[in-house]
């Protein structure tokens, strides 16, 4: 063989391999937006991870995902999102609140969103739960919803309270509905109910130490990811001023908690990041509601408290911590 027919066919031998890796599709990148921060959101990337693997997606192997945390400031979320936009990632999913969507959607009408937030379809975020419309669907934890149980569920632990306050961010989107139904509820139960405005750790100290001022004697801490990434700040105030608190995510210490499940939730929109990666559109899937809601009492922290946790609690709880 002459050397230029050789030198010719080693060329298109060495070539062949390289063009066809070219032409192999992109791993798709899931870019996941988060309000909250990555220290308490170990538990909720695993069951995340679960519902993308239910689906047939394992990280590092034929999808990856590009993290942006938020770590509870919100005025972060929307550069957070357009760098994921910028890095032309697959899909976006939006945690830890609807403020995260709003974010991601402001972003883009173009890539497909994931979202886990409150009543998405009230706040304009979707056309409706059945059918979306655009570029965003996910599931609904009713955070907002469940805020009036969780006051009925305080007051029984604490039937004799005078004044409950609600924590509440009115920087959430969902504030004005919270607050207002959250009146409702309590109207209808005959209980005063002292609206508390937060925006800062600063002011999360500033109100615990003001409380007995105030007269308020327990306190329902409202559904929002300020709220969960200072979970131990809230924990540990309350414990130091013996205030009596609900909360809204699973607080270690905490005296009483009660939630829509979020590792099923995350697991759920894994699932739904996956199905939407094989081809279907997020407008055309419907919001998910949650089916699954925790209630978790903690008897020691009741006992330091001094008060006894009525045996209707503690039958209908999923957990209960001696």
Known sequence: MRRRQFVALFGAAVAWPLAGRAQQPAMPVIGFLSARSPGESTLVVTAFRQGLKEAGYLEGQNVHTAFR???????RLPALAAELVETQVTIIFAAGGTITGFAAKAATSTIPI???GSDPDRLGLV????RPGGNVTGISMMTWALTGKRLELLRELLPGSVVIGLLINPNSPGAEIESRETQAVAAAMGQQIRLLDVTSEADIRAIFASLSQQRISALVISGDAFFDSRRDLLVALAAQYAVPTI???AAPGGLISYAASVPDAY???GGYVGRI????????LPIIQPTK???IVNKKTAKTLGLTVPQTLLTTADEVIE
């Open 267 to 269: 697991r759920q929109a």
């Open 69 to 75: 945390w938020a770590e509870g400031q919100y005025d």
């Open 247 to 249: 909360y809204s995510f």
């Open 114 to 116: 994931v979202n886990i």
């Open 277 to 284: 990666l094989k081809g279907e559109k997020p407008a055309e």
């Open 127 to 130: 056309a409706s739960l059945n």
């Open 293 to 295: 809601f925790e209630l």
